[in-house]
């Protein structure tokens, strides 16, 4: 429920939510730890128009004073004086001389945000792979290594995602336990990222929510808010997540478990995965990658509580092409034979993703819906009720074409959402993408990485010491 409407602070201040205390002083801190240099009045900006929240820059003072975020909160804060602002701020700058960028990452919390500690944008590089067979010659020609050349600022858009999504993961490795919230570890891992990556959209931020599908859920579950699922000693994860910069989205998961039963499930899936990203590059179909994939995990078996089972790729999740801004960009990537013949090509982004299965091996649509995304291809289409017209511009303004979920939603003070969200679907404008589930009983396994198809050789953007 909205807080309640305090008439002293109406003044010069929005028109839209009224946070509470609370939510007011998380969006200050959020703000100010990707932005160090906003003062009260570019904080304030923020909140009133990038939010459209109702708060007065009174009340934002008063919270950013009682919480230390303002360094003359005592004396007299000449960004309120009524002079030029962005001078004084810059004059305060001055006194202060440069800053120095960090050298390295704080541990066991990251806290450092990743283009602080590469501040010329010349990020890791990921796993470079050769070409082979008829494309060998790429790696040595002039021409294509100029054409490249040309293109490195996709490249550093792209790794720079890559870093912060190795950086957050590691820390999500860390904090993932049994008797830990599911709710808990989404949020502080999306929390995360947004502090590594200095969110600010569309320029940067995640790509799409935390997928945290528990056994024999493969893909697409993250908690609704109010969930109370705990992460438990024999459960098997797969926690998925993405980052962008300028739409550049790495898309990259992994499968989380304490139980050293599942460890055969596990290496098949990774053991898939390794074999899709060697098979993949230009002029590759499609087909052979799934076979070859297919080939790889099903030679496995797994024992669990005495009974063994064959590792199954499930036949009816792919990986994908992305272009920037959407996630699924057309092609797919099967982890089965049989599939497309159309052939990657240069200069391509791929999601090469793969999942193995203790059940069937097919999955299907259950449970309750989180994820939601705005068809990419939507025109403009009328819409009549007034709450799905409102939840459109709240979409656009905060998440264009990338997925979303409810808590985010609830984040941003939505309310009462539900309806005018089903409606969105109904009309083509929004695609609801409800958790795709094997058998209850069984157990699932998922790894992913992100690629790139440079001209010269093939480049793993998220491929770290870890996977």
Not at 25 to 49: D, H, Q, S, Y
Not at 123 to 148: C, D, W
Not at 216 to 225: C, K
Request: glycine content about 10%; overall charge negative; some cysteine.
């Amino acid at each position: 429920a909205a807080g309640q409407v305090i008439m002293s602070e109406a003044n010069n201040a929005g028109t839209g939510y009224l946070p509470t205390a609370e939510e007011l002083i998380e969006a200050i801190k959020e703000l100010k730890a990707a932005n160090p240099e906003f003062g009260i009045k570019k904080v304030w900006t923020n909140l009133k128009e990038g939010k459209g929240w109702q708060v007065s820059e009174k009340r934002v003072k008063s919270a950013m004073q009682e919480h230390g975020l303002i360094e003359n909160s005592g004396g007299n804060n000449n960004e309120n004086k009524g002079g030029n602002t962005d001078q004084q701020e810059g004059e305060g700058k001055k006194k202060k001389g440069k800053a120095v960028a960090p050298k390295e990452q704080t541990w066991p919390v990251p806290s450092v945000p990743i283009m602080d500690l590469f501040p010329n944008g010349d990020f890791p590089e990921g796993e470079i792979q050769e070409y082979q067979g008829l494309n060998a010659y790429r790696s040595t020609s002039a021409e294509l290594k100029e054409q490249e050349r040309l293109e490195s600022h996709i490249y550093q858009e792209a790794r720079e995602g890559a870093e912060v999504h190795r950086t957050a993961r590691k820390y999500l490795q860390s904090i993932a336990k049994p008797g830990e919230l599911m709710i808990d570890l989404c949020e502080k891992l999306e929390d995360k990222v947004r502090e590594l990556i200095k969110d600010k959209f569309p320029e940067r931020g995640i790509a799409f929510p935390t997928g945290c599908s528990i056994n024999h859920v493969a893909a697409h579950w993250t908690p609704n808010g109010g969930d109370k699922t705990v992460l438990q000693y024999d459960d098997i994860v797969k926690f998925d997540f993405g980052t962008h910069v300028n739409g550049r989205i790495i898309d990259c998961a992994f499968t989380h478990y304490f139980n050293p039963r599942y460890d055969p499930l596990a290496q098949a899936v990774k053991e898939a995965t390794n074999t899709g990203i060697k098979e993949a590059g230009i002029d590759v179909r499609l087909c052979d990658i799934g076979e070859a994939i297919q080939e790889v995990m099903e030679s496995y078996e797994v024992e669990i509580d005495g009974k063994v089972y064959p590792v199954k790729a499930i036949r009816n999740l792919n990986g994908h092409s992305i272009n920037p801004y959407q996630i699924h960009a057309g092609k797919s990537v099967p982890i089965v034979k049989g599939g497309d013949a159309t052939k990657m090509e240069e200069g391509e982004f791929y999601a090469i993703e793969t999942f193995g299965s203790t059940g069937k091996g097919i999955v299907h649509e259950d449970l309750e819906c989180s994820h939601y995304m705005k068809n990419f291809d939507a025109g403009h289409i009328p819409l009549r009720m007034a709450k799905a017209k409102e939840l459109l511009g709240v979409i656009d303004r905060n998440f264009g074409t990338l997925a979303f979920c409810r808590r985010y939603l609830d984040r941003l003070g939505c309310r009462q959402y539900l309806l005018g969200l089903k409606n969105l679907c109904d009309v083509g404008l929004v695609e609801a993408y409800p958790p795709l589930v094997d058998v209850k009983g069984s157990y699932t396994a998922q790894y992913e990485h992100t690629l790139v198809l440079r001209p010269t050789r093939k480049e793993v953007l998220s491929r770290g010491d870890d996977y």
